[in-house]
C-alpha cells in the first residue's frame, strides 16, 4: 500500500507516482493518437494500412450502473496485452471498444424513476469509459460507439431491411460454394410467377388477388411476421426468447416467471441456415466446447416424416384431416400405439375439441381393456371436457417447465385415432404439454416398447406395448412387462405383405422404411434441427424501432432506405402497458403503441400517400452486437454500414486466416449459443448478398476464466465485509473477533466481496493491477481474487523502476557496458519464451519469465543498458505506464507502443552450456552422458535407459525402479 505522503524518497515508485505517470501517459497517447490504427481508404486512411492487419475484439459489454469490478477487466487487460505486443511486431492493429447499450436494465431504471433511458445509459457509458481508460487500454477511440446511437441504428435498421427483403432459396449456391443462401426477394416473386416455386399449400399463384399474393410472399422471408406461442413476462413487460429463460421458468434477467402466450412475433428464419451453421464449424478456430455446445443447439438429426391419416378429425372441428410426426426411428413405426399433438395443435379444432368429438369419435378398439376410456380422459365424462381443462392447465406452464425430463409424462385423449400406415392400426391420440408446437410438427408418434418415458405412459394409460427391437442374438429375450428395452439389436416383428425389416440392423431398416414410405407417398426423408426460428420481437421502449409500417389490410411495408433511421418518440411513461409482474392471465403490449402521433403516419412509399401504422415493438438487445464488429472497421461511413475495401482488409480471408472474420474474438463462455449463433446467422445473411467478404464473422475464438472471490458469513448467516476479515486456512478466519465460514463464487455487493478497479488504481495504480490480474493463472482458467497478493506485483515493478533510477536523486543507475555472458544469455532466452508465451495467451508465464529476468538484473552491481531496456519493452505491453516513463528517462524522444519487439540476434547465446549426468545401476556407475541443464525427467530417463551399458546390464528386462535426479544422475534399480 502507499506510505503516508512526504516520508518516501522523492522518486519511489509509489501509488502516488504510478498515478501520477499513468494519468500523464494516458493524456499523452490520446493527444498524440498513438493507437490509432489505419483504413486502406476512408475518413480514417493512413499509411499503417499499409502493415499487416491484426483485428483484436472484445466481447461487447453493456454499460452496467454499477460500474466495474476488478473480475471485469480481466479479459480487457489481455486483449490490451496482446493488442500492444502486436503493434511492436509491426501489425496495424484494430484494437476499440463500443457498448452494446439498449436493453432492459436502462427500461427498467426509467420505469421506476421516469428518467428517460438515454440520460441513465450515456451516465453509465461516461463511468465505464473513465473507468476503462484509467486502465491504460490502447484503444483507438475514433472508433468508439453505441449501439443507441443515431448512425449506428441507421444501420441495424438497414440490416433488418436486407433481412426482411430476403428469402433462403434451398438451390442456390452462396459466394462460397455452400448449398443454399440468402435471395432477393425479388427472385422469389419471379419464381412464383413462372411456378418454378410452387406454393406450398397447392394453391395456383395466378388464382390469388394481390393481397393474397403479398401474404404468400412474406410467409417466405428471412424476417417474418408469425402467430406462435411465445415466453411472456409481466414482470418485464416483454417478450422473451427461449434462450432468456431459465429452466426453472423465469426470466434470466429479473427472475420473474414466464407464461406461454400465442402472439404476432417478428421471427427470424434461423432454421434455414442450420446446416451451414453447423457445417461451418468445422471451418473456424474455436474451443472445442463451444463448438460443441453449438452443435448441440443446432441439433441436426436425419430421420421421416411420416403421415397419419385422421379419419374423425373433420368432425371434431379441425382444420385438417392427417397427422405428420417427425421420427428418427421410422424402423419402429410397427410399435406406435400412441400419438401425442402439443395442447395448442390445430387438429384440436381451435381452443377446444369439437363438439363432434364428445362421444362420436371416441370409439375404442374392442381389443382395448375395460376401463380404458375413463383413463384416457383423466375421469371427465368427455374426451372434449378433459382437453379444455389439459389445455387451459397446460396455458400456465412455461416451455422449459414442459419439456423437463426429470417429470413424468402425462396427457388426456383427445377422441381422435390416426392410422398407422405400416399396419392400419389405430393409434389413439393424447394431448400432452411436452411436445411443443412451433418444435418440429408439433405433434410425435410414441413407440412405448423402447422409450423408458413413453413406456411409463403407455403403463399409465393401459396402452399397448409392442417389440420392434430386440437383441441380435435373442430379439425376443427383453421383458417388456417390466421395463423398455433401449439398446440396439435388429428389426423384429416388423413387415407387412409389402416390406419387411425383420433381422435388419437400425441403419437398414431405417432406410428401407423410410424408401418404403417414400414409394407409397406415406412420407418421406427429413432432416431436422433443434434449432428454432429466432423471436425477435420485445415489447419495450428502449429498443431499434422496425422499419416497418403495417397497411390497412395488414400487410407489412420496408420504409424506404433514405427513411433511415427510425427514431424513437418522446413518451412521458416508460412502463409496460400491462404491468402485473406474477399475473400469468396480463397480456404484452408494446410502450410504443402510446405514442399515436408517432404511430399513425402518412407515407409515400411508391404508390401515392396512403396511412400506415408503425410496428410498436422494438428489435431485442441482440440486434445491435450481431454486427458490431463489422462497424467498427469503418465507423464514420455514411454510405453503407463499412466499405467493401476496409472490411476485406480487417475481415476478409487471408494467409493464416483462410476463412476471414475477426483475428481474435476474447469473451466468456456464457455467449457460446445465444449471442454467437445470432452473429453467425446474420454474417451469413450479408455474405449471401454480397455485402460482406466471409461466412464468418469470427475466425478465433478465445474464452477467457472468471475473476472470483471468497465472501465470508458470521453466525446469523449474514455477510460480512470480505476486506475486514483476518486469518487464514489454518488459523481460521475472523471478523471483529468473531469466527466466520468462508465460501468461493462470484462477486456481488450483497456477498460484501466487491472490489472494484478504481480502489486498485488509488492504492497501487494501474500498472500493478494489471500485472497482477494477468500474474494470477491461464488466462482460460477462472482463479480467486486475493487483495492481499497484490503487493507481490507491486514488489516487482519496484525493483524494476529500481534497477532503473535512484530513488532519492532520480537519475539513471544503469551503465552502457556490454552484459556479462550469463546476463546476455538470460536476456536473450527471456526474449525467445516471452515472444512465444504472449503469441498464445500466456501471460502469466510470459511474467514470470520477466520477473526471472528482474530479479537477475537486481543482483548486479550495475544494470547494462541493453539488458534494461529489452526487459522494459518486453514488459511493456502488459504494464505500459512505468514501461513508457522508464523507457522516456532511458533517453528516448517517442512512445515504446510502436518500437518492435526484441528479437534475439546471436542465435548462440539461445544454446545452452551441458551438464554430465551419472547412469547408474544398483548405485553403481555404468555411464556418463552430456545433456542440457533444461532436460525433462521422461526424456533424461529415456535417453539413460537407452545407453548402451545399461541396456547390457538389464539383458531384456524390465528395471525394478528408475530413481531420476535431473539433470545429473539416474539410478537403474534392476533385480540381483
Known amino acids: ?99 452494446d447499450a439498449f436493453g432492459l436494465p436502462a427500461e427498467q431504471y426509467a420505469v421506476q424513476t421516469g428518467q428517460h433511458p438515454r440520460i441513465t445509459t450515456d451516465e453509465n457509458i461516461a463511468n465505464m469509459r473513465r473507468q476503462l481508460r484509467r486502465l491504460g487500454l490502447s484503444h483507438d477511440s475514433r472508433r468508439s460507439f453505441s449501439t443507441t446511437d443515431t448512425d449506428y441504428v441507421h444501420w441495424t435498421q438497414w440490416i433488418f431491411l ?43 399463384w395466378s388464382d390469388l388477388d394481390e393481397v393474397e399474393k403479398a401474404k404468400a410472399v412474406d410467409s417466405y422471408r428471412l424476417a417474418y411476421v408469425s402467430e406462435a406461442p411465445v415466453n411472456w413476462c409481466p414482470g418485464l413487460g416483454t417478450v422473451l426468447a427461449n434462450e432468456e429463460v431459465t429452466a426453472e421458468g423465469r426470466s434470466e434477467r429479473g427472475n420473474y416467471p414466464v407464461f406461454t402466450r400465442n402472439l404476432r412475433q417478428w421471427m427470424m428464419r434461423i432454421t ?85 368429438a364428445d362421444e362420436a369419435a371416441l370409439t375404442v378398439p374392442d381389443s382395448w381393456p375395460e376401463g380404458t376410456k375413463d383413463a384416457w380422459t383423466d375421469g371427465a365424462r368427455t374426451p372434449r371436457a378433459a382437453v379444455a381443462a389439459y389445455r387451459a392447465q397446460a396455458a400456465s406452464k412455461t416451455d422449459a417447465e414442459r419439456i423437463d425430463e426429470e417429470r413424468a409424462k402425462t396427457g388426456v385423449f383427445t377422441g381422435l385415432f390416426g392410422i398407422d400406415p405400416v399396419n392400419g392400426r389405430q393409434v389413439p391420440i393424447f394431448v400432452a404439454d411436452y411436445v411443443l408446437w412451433g418444435y418440429g410438427t408439433g405433434a410425435i408418434m410414441a413407440v412405448p416398447a423402447h422409450d423408458d418415458r413413453d413406456w411409463e405412459f403407455a403403463r399409465k394409460y393401459e396402452l399397448d406395448i409392442i417389440r420392434t427391437i430386440g437383441p441380435a442374438d435373442d430379439p425376443c429375450s427383453h421383458d417388456l412387462g417390466e421395463s423398455a428395452y433401449t439398446g440396439d439389436g435388429v428389426a423384429v416383428d416388423s413387415s407387412n405383405d409389402e416390406v419387411s425389416l425383420n433381422g435388419l440392423g437400425k441403419d437398414e431398416a431405417k432406410a428401407k422404411m423410410t424408401q418404403w414410405l417414400e414409394s407409397k407417398g406415406l412420407g418421406y426423408r427429413t432432416v431436422t434441427y433443434r434449432l428454432r426460428d429466432w423471436l425477435f420481437s420485445r415489447q419495450r421502449y428502449w429498443g431499434e424501432p422496425f422499419p416497418i409500417v403495417w397497411d390497412e389490410d395488414g400487410l407489412p411495408h420496408a420504409v424506404p432506405e433514405e427513411m433511415l433511421p427510425i427514431e424513437l418518440p418522446e413518451v412521458t411513461d416508460y412502463s409496460p402497458r400491462s404491468f402485473e409482474p406474477d399475473d400469468a392471465n396480463t397480456e404484452p403490449e408494446a410502450p410504443l403503441g402510446r405514442a399515436q402521433e408517432w404511430v399513425n403516419v402518412e407515407l409515400d412509399l411508391g404508390d401515392g400517400l396512403k396511412k400506415y401504422r408503425r410496428e410498436t415493438n422494438t428489435m431485442p438487445q441482440w ?44 469473451g466468456g463462455v456464457e455467449h457460446a449459443v445465444l449471442h454467437l449463433l445470432y452473429s453467425r446467422f446474420w454474417q451469413k445473411v450479408l455474405f449471401d448478398l454480397g455485402h460482406v467478404p466471409d461466412a464468418e464473422p469470427y475466425h478465433t475464438l478465445f474464452n477467457q476464466g472468471y475473476v472470483q472471490a471468497y465472501a465470508y458469513k458470521d453466525a446469523r448467516g449474514q455477510y460480512v465485509p470480505a476486506d475486514e476479515v483476518e486469518g487464514d486456512e489454518q488459523s481460521g478466519f475472523t471478523w471483529q473477533g468473531e469466527p466466520v465460514t468462508r465460501e468461493y463464487g462470484k462477486m456481488g455487493k450483497s456477498l460484501k466481496n466487491i472490489v472494484t478497479p478504481d480502489e486498485m488504481y488509488d492504492a497501487y495504480g494501474a500498472d500493478v493491477f494489471r500485472v497482477y490480474e494477468m500474474s494470477m493463472g491461464p488466462l482460460d482458467v477462472s482463479r480467486p481474487w486475493d487483495t492481499r497478493a497484490v503487493v507481490g506485483s507491486q514488489r516487482f515493478l519496484q525493483r524494476l523502476w529500481r534497477n532503473t533510477v535512484d530513488e532519492e536523486t532520480g537519475e539513471l543507475t544503469i551503465v552502457d557496458e556490454p552484459a556479462d555472458l550469463e546476463t546476455k544469455r538470460l536476456v536473450a532466452r527471456t526474449i525467445a519464451d516471452a515472444t512465444v508465451e504472449y503469441e498464445n495467451l500466456r501471460i502469466n508465464t510470459a511474467i514470470s519469465k520477466l520477473i526471472v529476468l528482474n530479479n537477475h538484473l537486481t543482483q548486479l552491481d550495475a544494470v547494462p543498458r541493453e539488458a534494461i531496456e529489452a526487459l522494459v519493452l518486453m514488459l511493456s505491453p502488459v504494464a505500459p505506464h512505468i514501461c513508457e516513463e522508464l523507457w522516456m528517462r532511458l533517453g528516448h524522444q517517442t512512445s515504446l507502443a510502436r518500437e518492435p519487439f526484441p528479437v534475439v540476434e546471436d542465435e548462440s547465446l539461445l544454446v545452452e552450456e551441458s551438464v554430465t549426468a551419472i547412469i547408474q545401476v544398483n548405485g553403481k556407475l555404468r555411464a556418463r552422458m552430456d545433456v542440457a541443464p533444461s532436460i525433462g525427467e521422461d526424456e533424461l530417463r529415456e535417453m539413460a535407459l537407452a545407453q548402451g551399458p545399461i541396456v547390457k546390464a538389464l539383458e531384456g528386462r524390465d528395471p525394478l525402479k528408475v530413481i531420476v535426479r535431473v539433470p545429473s544422475l539416474v539410478n537403474v534399480v534392476i533385480p540381483k
Open 162 to 204: 436486407q433481412i426482411f427483403n430476403s428469402w433462403f432459396d434451398p438451390q442456390a449456391t452462396a459466394p462460397d460454394g455452400s448449398i443454399g443462401a440468402a435471395r432477393p426477394i425479388s427472385e422469389l416473386r419471379a419464381k412464383l410467377e413462372s411456378g418454378e416455386v410452387e406454393l406450398e399449400d397447392g394453391r395456383k
Open 1 to 99: 500500500m502507499a506510505e503516508t505522503p512526504g516520508t518516501e524518497p522523492a522518486q519511489r515508485y509509489t501509488a502516488q507516482l504510478a498515478q501520477q505517470i499513468e494519468t500523464q501517459w494516458q493524456d499523452r497517447w490520446d493527444e498524440q493518437g498513438t493507437f490509432h490504427a489505419d483504413n486502406p481508404e476512408g475518413d480514417l486512411a493512413g499509411p499503417l494500412a499499409n502493415q499487416p492487419p491484426f483485428f483484436l475484439l472484445d466481447m461487447f459489454p453493456y454499460p452496467s450502473g454499477k460500474g466495474l469490478h476488478v473480475g471485469h477487466p480481466l479479459g480487457y487487460i489481455a486483449t490490451d496485452t496482446l493488442a500492444r505486443f502486436r503493434r511492436m511486431k509491426g501489425d496495424n492493429v484494430l484494437y476499440t471498444m463500443g457498448y
Open 272 to 356: 434455414a441456415y442450420g446446416k451451414r451453421l453447423a457445417d461451418d464449424l468445422d471451418t473456424i478456430d474455436w474451443p472445442d466446447k463451444v463448438r460443441s455446445m453449438q452443435r448441440n443447439w443446432i441439433g441436426r438429426s436425419e430421420g421421416a416424416t411420416v403421415r397419419f391419416e385422421v379419419p374423425a378429425a373433420t368432425d371434431a372441428g379441425a382444420s385438417q384431416t392427417s397427422l405428420e410426426v417427425y421420427t428418427t426411428r421410422p424402423d419402429t413405426l410397427f410399435g406406435a400405439t400412441f400419438m401425442v399433438v402439443a395442447p395448442e395443435h390445430p387438429i384440436l379444432g381451435g381452443a377446444t375439441v369439437g363438439d363432434g
Open 623 to 666: 440486434a445491435g452486437s450481431c454486427w458490431y464488429e463489422m462497424r467498427y472497421t469503418d465507423p464514420t461511413n455514411s454510405q453503407a454500414l463499412a466499405s467493401a475495401e476496409n472490411l476485406d482488409y480487417w475481415m476478409g480471408p487471408r494467409e493464416g486466416k483462410p476463412t476471414g472474420g475477426t483475428d481474435l474474438y476474447v
